[in-house]
């Protein structure tokens, strides 16, 4: 069981994913602004970060970003769970140091493949 943390602003996806994180075994933290996201990554230290991209405020790549060049975060690997599914935005996302990028709605077998070889499993 990994502890994950959910960057997310949709009520649907913030009640939807956590439910599939479970299902597979993983304890789940959830914020819904990227702000709060780094703060909670820095304090909690999970083993993941899924985050999306169209966030109230600072935006996921600007949180990605910042959570990968920051010392105490900067091992959490981040994956990327968004809409916004042009080549172009998936690559600008593993340039700000994303390790994966999935297009919403996820298919959860896909999800949870990224999920497991993130985490070494």
């Known amino acids: 069981m990994a502890k994950i943390l959910l960057i997310?602003?949709?009520?649907?996806?913030?009640?939807?994913l956590p439910q599939l994180l479970e299902?597979?075994?993983?304890?789940?933290?959830?914020?819904?602004?990227?702000?709060?996201?780094?703060?909670?990554?820095?304090?909690?230290?999970p083993a993941l970060v899924l985050m999306d991209v169209v966030l109230p405020g600072m935006n996921g790549f600007q949180a990605t970003r910042a959570l990968s060049r920051d010392e105490s975060t900067s091992r959490?690997?981040?994956l990327i769970v968004s809409t916004k599914g042009m080549e172009t935005d998936?690559?600008?996302?593993?340039?700000q140091g994303a390790r994966g990028y999935?297009?919403?709605?996820p298919v959860e077998s896909e999800l949870?493949?990224?999920?497991?070889?993130?985490?070494?499993g």
């Open 112 to 120: 949870v493949v990224s999920i497991n070889s993130l985490l070494g």
């Open 76 to 78: 959490i690997p981040v």
């Open 8 to 16: 997310e602003d949709s009520p649907t996806d913030t009640a939807v």
């Open 90 to 95: 998936k690559a600008w996302g593993m340039r």
């Open 102 to 105: 999935i297009v919403k709605p």
């Open 23 to 45: 299902r597979n075994g993983h304890e789940v933290l959830a914020c819904a602004s990227a702000e709060e996201g780094i703060e909670t990554a820095r304090r909690e230290q």
